[in-house]
């Protein structure tokens, strides 16, 4: 079948509601960055211990909403733990903002760290499972793209509040200034308008076609599919997941996972999670202003190199959009861990020469736009995919609780590295990681796309 063989525009407006849980993810992730300078002062954190747990509190929550996502929404739906996800994201919001203390700032960032974590592991899982094969790649796609729109959207704000600071400022300056006061507030403040807006319209989206056949009810996964391609389309659908799915309507548990066949896909899973954030490129989003400082830049020049660096972050994903079902997940994969290798040997060389000036930013910006047409958005579509229907929910939950945890280590032991090690050392560190990724990947992932989930359920679980 074609592209209009299918009802795209409800195929576009179900993704891209679904995504708008991607663009919370990444404004909320990356708000922190811009804000940082700030709120630091305005709460005294002085220790390593402080500031990295500021900065990581919330991949605690997104650990935590990543292992209740897949469980409940085994049980409830993908539908009903996205809508909450919506009202924890406008929460946290809400209480950041108008936080009185450090305490209460990280209980805010622990909520909405666990909105990230259903979002970040149902919204991509949701968008396949209602995506036909042959454009799979590309909606789910979507889903990175929204975190990225996410991301610029956190820097362009952080960056119009936030008032210009004199080069060599006191921390008392800043402190007393109005982004001290005031400013790294409306930073978080403005993410409620998405949030709010993400709560209210998950309530006219379907629930996913393949949890409504795991739970009995076909008729209503029938019309979903109808509408998306038709008859012929909602029959062979159907036909295809009711035979996965045959003889095996127990209760989804985590022992599934352990079953014969179904422990080297989960394995590939979580490598590739993990891959994802040990890369290093996300330490340049949460510790913009140490990677950029050290290359010479002041507070004012940092926030416009972070919009600069989302800018390109957002273009390369449509570069993975536009190539993900042409050239395939697995050819994307591997262009993107070399290249890192590559640059991050280059950029740990500049650091350790004590080189300054534009040819860093240029070298930063180019391992983003590498990372964003490869392994960033990529990685969401192949663990969306691999995992059989009857466990996907489970799976994807341990799946992407391993990427938060990697996420966490990441974030938290930077400011160590980067104090013991210096950027040189930390880049070449993320370097060496960039090659095993590369050498795994080589070995170990096959090709998906244009496959039907239940093709690829059929030719993995063997």
Not at 118 to 124: D, E, F, K, N, V
Not at 138 to 166: D, E, Y
Not at 202 to 216: G, K, Q
């Amino acid at each position: 079948m074609t592209d209009r063989s299918y009802n795209m525009n409800y195929i576009w407006f179900i993704s891209l509601v679904a995504a708008m849980g991607g663009l919370l993810f990444g404004y909320d992730w990356v708000v922190i960055g811009g804000a940082k300078p700030f709120y630091e002062k305005f709460f005294s954190l002085n220790t390593a211990f402080q500031i990295g747990w500021a900065m990581s509190s919330a991949l605690a929550g997104c650990l935590i909403g990543a292992l209740i996502a897949g469980g409940l929404s085994d049980r409830f739906g993908r539908k009903k733990l996205l809508i909450c996800a919506g009202f924890l994201f406008t929460l946290s919001a809400i209480g950041t903002a108008l936080a009185p203390d450090f305490t209460l700032f990280v209980v805010y960032r622990l909520i909405g760290g666990i909105g990230i974590g259903i979002a970040s592991t149902l919204s991509p899982m949701y968008i396949a499972e209602l995506s036909p094969a042959e454009i799979r790649g590309r909606f789910v796609s979507i889903n990175q793209l929204t975190i990225v729109i996410g991301i610029l959207m956190a820097q362009g704000i952080n960056w119009m509040i936030a008032r210009p600071v004199p080069e060599n400022a006191s921390a008392e300056y800043i402190l007393n200034s109005w982004n001290g006061q005031a400013g790294w507030r409306w930073m978080f403040g403005a993410e409620t308008v998405p949030a709010f807006m993400f709560f209210i319209l998950m309530f006219f989206i379907p629930e996913s076609p393949r949890w409504l056949i795991r739970n009995a009810k076909q008729d209503k996964a029938a019309l979903i599919l109808f509408k998306i391609g038709g008859d012929h389309y909602s029959d062979r659908t159907l036909a295809e997941i009711k035979e996965t799915l045959a003889d095996d309507f127990e209760k989804v548990n985590f022992k599934n996972l352990l079953k014969p066949g179904m422990t080297k896909i989960l394995g590939l899973g979580v490598f590739l999670a993990v891959f994802q954030q040990w890369c290093g490129i996300n330490v340049i989003f949460n510790y913009a202003e140490e990677v950029f400082s050290q290359a010479g830049y002041g507070i004012s020049d940092i926030l416009l190199n972070i919009v600069i660096t989302g800018t390109v972050n957002l273009v390369f994903t449509f570069v993975a959009i536009f190539t993900v079902d042409r050239w395939g997940r697995r050819a994307l994969m591997l262009t993107g861990a070399f290249g890192l290798t590559g640059i991050y040997l280059l950029t740990g060389f500049g650091y350790f020469m004590g080189s300054q000036g534009i040819h860093m930013l240029i070298l930063v910006v180019t391992a983003i736009a590498c990372y964003a047409m490869s392994l960033a958005p990529i990685t969401w579509v192949v663990i969306s995919e691999i995992f059989p229907n009857r466990i996907r929910g489970a799976a994807m939950s341990i799946a992407v609780s391993a990427l938060w945890i990697a996420c966490f280590v990441l974030t938290y032991t930077f400011p160590f590295l980067n104090r013991s090690l210096g950027a040189a050392g930390t880049f070449w560190i993320y370097s060496a990681i960039c090659l095993i990724g590369f050498i795994f990947i080589k070995a170990r992932l096959p090709e998906t796309k244009g496959k039907t989930l239940e093709k690829i359920e059929q030719e993995f679980v063997k």
